[in-house]
């Protein structure tokens, strides 16, 4: 039985959450902004959810931070 690793992505939620408060936005401003449900930012941790990449992809340029920073906490660039 193949045994899923998640150790590069982590951080992902807690990297996304921390951007959002330290910018003073809202879940739900940015999931509107973002054109997706606001339930797909609330409790990802628990159910062990992945984000789609589109969906990604629209929260990079919405809070100007590199996709590389969010999934794998390296140094932000601006996109």
Do not use: H
């Amino acid at each position: 039985m193949m045994q899923q690793v998640n150790a590069p992505l982590d951080g992902f939620w807690d990297r996304l959450d921390e951007e959002i408060r330290r910018q003073n936005k809202s879940k739900l401003e940015i999931a509107r902004k973002c054109r997706f449900n606001r339930k797909t930012l609330y409790r990802p941790k628990q159910n062990n959810r992945y984000i789609r990449v589109v969906y990604l992809a629209r929260l990079c340029v919405e809070l100007k931070v590199s996709a590389d920073y969010l999934l794998f906490g390296e140094e932000r660039r601006s996109v």
